[in-house]
């Protein structure tokens, strides 16, 4: 039998996990950082940590916790995968960060890393594009555009860059063209999002449909409305 003593930290766990998937960061954060000095909890406590970084967006640190559970040997698909993310996010915000500074050649690095880390992620492609927009290089980006919303078709954002920068590149008439190659799903949640319609409204009035431009115009103005 579990004595008293033996039983407290396995509840403490548990409410640090209740508050961290109900939002609640800081407290989870105390409760994770109290078993820290419990050995048999230390490992998924330092995991814990990871995961209110994560939330946090804190990438670097949640990284770090979760090779230190890894490292006092803490062995679970979940722990592996949230590696991955936190390695992943991490090289994201790295790249984006250095896109918002205009260093280009720090972007495209971390980028890169990001895709070594993940090759499923359409967001790393997605930098990477937006990189080769910022220098004025559409040709470079709309293929990594249009690599990444094949990646994640469930992924609004993702057809969303790459409708703008075929707008961007004269090349309207094949935003038109591929609306019936989004899913009803996608495309549900593609239509309640103002950017997409802005995008594709352009799209209309540069191909010469002035008159579905100006209706889409007028849908637009309701989503910013709702």
């Not at 039983?7 to 409760?31: C, F, H, M, T, V």
């Not at 006092?72 to 979940?78: D, F, K, Q």
């Not at 190659?181 to 002035?210: C, F, W």
């Amino acid at each position: 039998t579990l004595s008293l003593h033996d039983a407290l930290p396995i509840s403490e766990q548990g409410a640090a996990y209740e508050a961290l998937s109900k939002g609640d960061l800081q407290q989870a954060q105390r409760l994770f950082e109290s078993l820290l000095t419990i050995p048999a909890q230390r490992t998924k406590a330092l995991a814990g940590l990871g995961y209110v970084e994560m939330q946090q967006k804190n990438f670097a640190a949640a990284k770090e916790h979760f090779e230190q559970a890894e490292s006092a040997g803490y062995h679970a698909p979940e722990l592996t995968t949230s590696l991955v993310d936190a390695g992943y996010w991490k090289a994201m915000q790295e790249g984006n960060r250095a896109l918002d500074n205009d260093e280009f050649a720090h972007a495209i690095s971390a980028f890169d890393e990001a895709h070594a880390i993940k090759p499923s992620g359409s967001e790393a492609l997605q930098g990477l594009a937006g990189v080769w927009m910022e220098q004025k290089q559409p040709e470079k980006a709309l293929p990594l555009f249009e690599q990444a919303v094949r990646l994640q078709q469930d992924r609004p954002q993702a057809w969303i860059a790459w409708f703008d920068a075929l707008v961007r590149a004269s090349r309207s008439r094949e935003v038109i063209a591929d609306q019936p190659y989004i899913s009803p799903e996608t495309l549900t949640k593609l239509e309640s999002d103002a950017d997409y319609m802005a995008v594709l409204a352009a799209a209309q009035m540069s191909a010469g449909s002035a008159a579905e431009g100006r209706r889409l115009m007028t849908q637009l103005a309701q989503v910013q409305d709702s």
